[in-house]
């Protein structure tokens, strides 16, 4: 198990951008996919993006827009998000597990760590 905690949110105008980062405790962070999630007021809590290892993969929604990447000596996990837009205002969760194989896990059941989640707001 991993205890997670994620940072970076806040307000920002429509076309800006925020970097979020998921520090990891343990020192076999590495060895975890990470993927990140969001849920807006009323709605569903939605993949956004994950890593594992060199593989990446996207929503469609945020693709040419956000960006993951992790640096494992830092135990961090970022999503740098550009062009922001208001419908990307939500709770962002990160959420990791033990690797089984490359592929990235897109629903949130497949994930068993979770942080406490930031809030992106994004004005219009």
């Known amino acids: 198990q991993v205890q997670l905690v994620e940072s970076g949110g806040g307000l920002v105008q429509a076309g800006g951008s925020l970097r979020l980062s998921c520090e990891a405790s343990?020192?076999?962070?590495?060895?975890?996919?990470v993927g990140w999630f969001r849920q807006a007021p009323g709605k569903e809590r939605e993949f956004v993006a994950g890593?594992?290892?060199?593989?990446?993969y996207y929503t469609d929604s945020v693709k040419g827009r956000f960006t993951v990447s992790r640096d494992n000596a830092k135990n961090t996990v970022y999503l740098q998000m550009n062009s922001l837009e208001p419908e990307d205002t939500a709770v962002y969760y990160c959420?990791?597990?033990?690797?089984?194989?490359?592929?990235?896990?897109?629903?949130?059941?497949?994930?068993?760590?979770w942080g406490q989640g930031t809030q992106v707001t994004v004005s219009s």
């Open positions: 343990g020192r076999t962070f590495s060895s975890y996919l």
């Open positions: 890593i594992n290892r060199g593989n990446t």
């Open positions: 959420a990791a597990r033990v690797r089984v194989d490359t592929a990235v896990i897109t629903v949130k059941e497949g994930y068993n760590n």
